[in-house]
C-alpha cells in the first residue's frame, strides 16, 4: 500500500516456453520496430537474452506473443495499460505495421474503459505498477480527466455527503445509510449503481486524485465523504496492537491518516463530530505529526457543541500513558472552540458547558484517576461554564461521586479536589446536600454552610422587601381613593367647566372653518373676471382694514412718525 511494485523481469525459461513453438524472431520483428533493430547484427542471438529486462510481467508478454502469432487478444481493464505500456516499448506502431497492437489497445482503452466510471478507477488502480511509463504515454492524465469529468457532472461518486449518512454503520437506523440505494436511484446513463469507490487506489494515485478534484469546485461534502470513506477502509478499521503490528503496517497507516488531514477540507460541519474524534484517535495511537494532531482538533473544535461525553474519551498515549485520559487533548480542543466563538450563539456555549460537565461526572468513577488530573478537568469545566449563568450543581456532583470512589484521599487532597468548586454559585438544594455530605473535607462545609446563611438571610431580606412593597401598595391605594373622594365634592364645578371650555372649541372650530371656505371662494374668484376682489383684499376687509370691499386703503393705517431728537 502506497509503494511502487516493481515491473516482474520476464525469465529466460518461462520466455523460451512462449516462443518455442516455431522461429519467434521474424514474427515478432515483422510487429515490433524495436524488436526489429535488436535482431540486426544478432540474428543468432537468443531472443530470450535480448529481452530479458523488459518491463512487463509474463502475463502481458505471453498477450503480444499471441498477437505476434496471429490469435484474438482478449484485452480487458485490468490488463490494457500493462498492454499498452509493453506495445509502446515493443514500438508496435502503425508506422512499423498496419492494425498493429498499440492502436487497438489504445482504442479499447478511450472506447470501452474510459467512457465507464467503473472500468477508468479499475484501469487507475493497475497504473502503480507501472506508473513512470504511464505518466510518460499520458495514461495518467487521461484517468484522471475522465475520472474528475464524471464527479463534476455527479459528485456522489465520490461518496454521500455526511448529513445524508449515518457515521455508524451497526446502526438501527439502515434508513440513513444505503449509498447503494442512492446511486441506484440516481443512476445515469454513463455510470452504474455499483459505482467503484477512490477508496481501491494507492495512496499515491488516490492523494493527487482528490487534489485534482479540489481544484475543479467539487462540492466539499462530496470530497470529505470520500476522504473518510478512504480513511476508514485503510486505517480506521483496523486494530492498532502494537505488540503485533508490524512497523510498515504502522508507519504505512501513519502515512495516511496524515494525508487524510492534509486533504480535508476546512469547513465546518462536512463531517460529524464523532467521525472526526475516531481519526483524531488514530492519529495519536499510530503517533502522526504534530500538524496532524493539531488539524483534527481545530476541526472538532469548530463544532465541539455537537460532540458527545463518549468522544472525549480519549485516551492518553506515549508519555502520558499513567493518565487514562488525554487531557491536554481535551484542554486544546476547548481552546480552539472558545477561539471560534463569536457570541452569537449562547445554545452553543451552554452545550459546550453541559458537555464538560458530563465529562467530569463520567471520569470521576475511574478509580484510576489521579486527583490533580480530577482537578485539571473540574477548572476546565469551571472555565466552559463562565458566561452562562450556569449553577455548580453540576460540578458539585461529579465531585461527590470522586470522592465516594477515591475514599482514601487525606484532608489536604480533598480540599484540593473540592478547590474549583464556587460554593456561592450553588443552589440551596445543593448546599443543604453539601452540609450533610460527610465526604467533604470540613473547611469546605464551613463554607457550604456560611453560604447557606448568606442564602437565608437573602431570603428573608428578599420576604420583607415584599411585605414592604405590598404595604406600600396598600398605603398607596388608600391614599388614591381618598383624593378621588376628595374629586368628588367638587364634582359639579368641574363638570360645569369642562362644558364651558368645550363650548369654546367648537366656537373657535366654526370659525376656522368659515375662514377656510372664505379663503378657498377668494381663490376662485382671483381666476375670473376683472373687478373680483383678490384673496389679499379680502383678507384685509375681513380683518376691518378696510372700509368696504372698493376701499384700497386701510382704515387703520396712519402716516409715519419719526422721532424727534431729544425726545
Not at 466552559?384 to 456532583?397: K, P
Not at 373622594?485 to 372650530?509: A, P, Y
Request: with cysteine.
Amino acid at each position: 500500500m502506497g509503494r511502487n511494485k516493481h515491473p516482474l523481469k520476464l525469465s529466460s525459461f518461462h520466455l523460451y516456453s512462449i516462443i518455442s513453438l516455431s522461429d519467434p524472431k521474424e514474427l515478432l520483428a515483422s510487429k515490433s520496430a524495436k524488436a526489429t533493430a535488436l535482431l540486426e547484427g544478432n540474428s543468432q542471438q537468443d531472443l530470450s537474452l535480448l529481452f530479458r529486462d523488459i518491463p512487463a510481467d509474463p502475463e502481458t508478454f505471453e498477450l503480444v506473443a499471441r498477437f505476434c502469432y496471429g490469435f484474438e487478444v482478449q484485452m480487458s481493464t485490468e490488463n490494457v495499460v500493462p498492454l499498452i505500456c509493453l506495445a509502446n516499448y515493443l514500438e508496435m506502431t502503425e508506422s512499423h505495421s498496419t492494425n498493429n497492437l498499440l492502436r487497438k489497445a489504445l482504442t479499447f482503452f478511450e472506447q470501452r474503459v474510459l467512457a465507464s466510471w467503473n472500468e477508468t478507477v479499475k484501469a487507475f488502480r493497475m497504473i502503480e505498477s507501472i506508473l513512470h511509463q504511464a505518466l510518460d504515454l499520458g495514461l495518467v492524465d487521461a484517468c484522471l480527466e475522465s475520472i474528475i469529468q464524471k464527479v463534476l457532472v455527479d459528485p456522489r461518486l465520490l461518496g454521500e455527503p455526511a448529513q445524508n449518512i449515518e457515521n455508524d454503520y451497526d446502526s438501527e437506523d439502515s434508513e440513513r445509510f444505503r449509498p447503494n440505494v442512492r446511486r441506484r436511484l440516481f443512476a445515469t446513463s454513463t455510470t452504474d449503481w455499483q459505482s467503484e469507490d477512490l477508496t481501491i487506489l494507492s495512496l499515491q494515485l488516490y492523494e493527487p486524485t482528490i487534489r485534482a478534484i479540489k481544484q475543479h469546485g467539487v462540492p466539499s461534502e462530496n470530497i470529505s465523504a470520500s476522504i473518510f470513506q478512504y480513511a476508514r477502509k485503510w486505517v480506521l478499521s483496523s486494530s492498532i496492537d502494537e505488540e503485533n503490528m508490524s512497523i510498515y503496517k504502522k508507519n504505512s497507516m501513519r502515512e495516511i491518516i496524515e494525508a487524510m488531514e492534509r486533504l480535508l477540507p476546512n469547513e465546518k460541519g462536512l463531517l460529524p463530530c464523532t467521525s472526526l474524534f475516531e481519526m483524531l484517535r488514530f492519529a495519536i495511537a499510530l503517533e502522526a505529526s504534530t500538524d496532524c494532531r493539531n488539524g483534527f482538533e481545530i476541526r472538532i473544535g469548530k463544532q465541539l457543541d455537537q460532540a458527545t461525553v463518549k468522544d472525549l474519551l480519549i485516551p492518553s498515549q506515549g508519555y502520558a500513558k499513567e493518565v487514562q485520559y488525554d487531557i491536554e487533548s481535551i484542554r486544546r480542543i476547548l481552546k480552539n472552540f472558545y477561539g471560534n466563538y463569536n457570541g452569537s450563539n449562547i445554545s452553543g456555549l451552554i452545550t459546550v458547558a453541559e458537555l464538560i460537565e458530563e465529562l467530569l461526572a463520567e471520569v470521576a468513577s475511574d478509580i484510576d484517576l489521579k486527583a490533580d488530573t480530577f482537578t485539571s478537568l473540574a477548572e476546565m469545566s469551571v472555565a466552559a461554564s463562565f458566561g452562562t449563568h450556569r449553577n455548580a450543581d453540576g460540578i458539585y456532583r461529579a465531585i461527590d461521586i470522586y470522592l465516594d470512589k477515591h475514599r482514601y484521599l487525606t484532608e489536604m487532597e480533598r480540599e484540593e479536589v473540592c478547590r474549583a468548586l464556587d460554593c456561592q454559585k450553588m443552589s440551596p438544594e445543593a448546599c443543604e446536600h453539601a452540609a450533610k455530605n460527610e465526604r467533604l473535607p470540613l473547611r469546605f462545609v464551613v463554607q457550604v454552610l456560611f453560604v447557606a446563611q448568606l442564602q437565608l438571610r437573602d431570603t428573608i431580606t428578599k420576604e420583607m422587601q415584599c411585605v414592604d412593597d405590598k404595604l406600600r401598595n396598600e398605603e398607596a391605594e388608600e391614599e388614591l381613593e381618598n383624593e378621588v373622594k376628595k374629586v368628588g365634592l367638587g364634582e359639579e364645578e368641574v363638570e360645569t367647566e369642562m362644558k364651558l371650555m368645550s363650548n369654546k372649541v367648537m366656537e373657535l372650530e366654526r370659525e376656522c372653518h368659515m375662514m377656510k371656505k372664505e379663503i378657498v371662494s377668494g381663490c376662485r374668484s382671483q381666476r375670473a373676471k376683472k373687478g373680483k376682489t383678490s384673496i389679499w383684499k379680502e383678507m384685509k376687509r375681513k380683518l376691518g382694514c378696510m372700509s368696504s370691499i372698493h376701499d384700497y386703503n386701510c382704515q387703520s393705517k396712519k402716516n409715519k412718525v419719526y422721532p424727534k431728537y431729544g425726545v
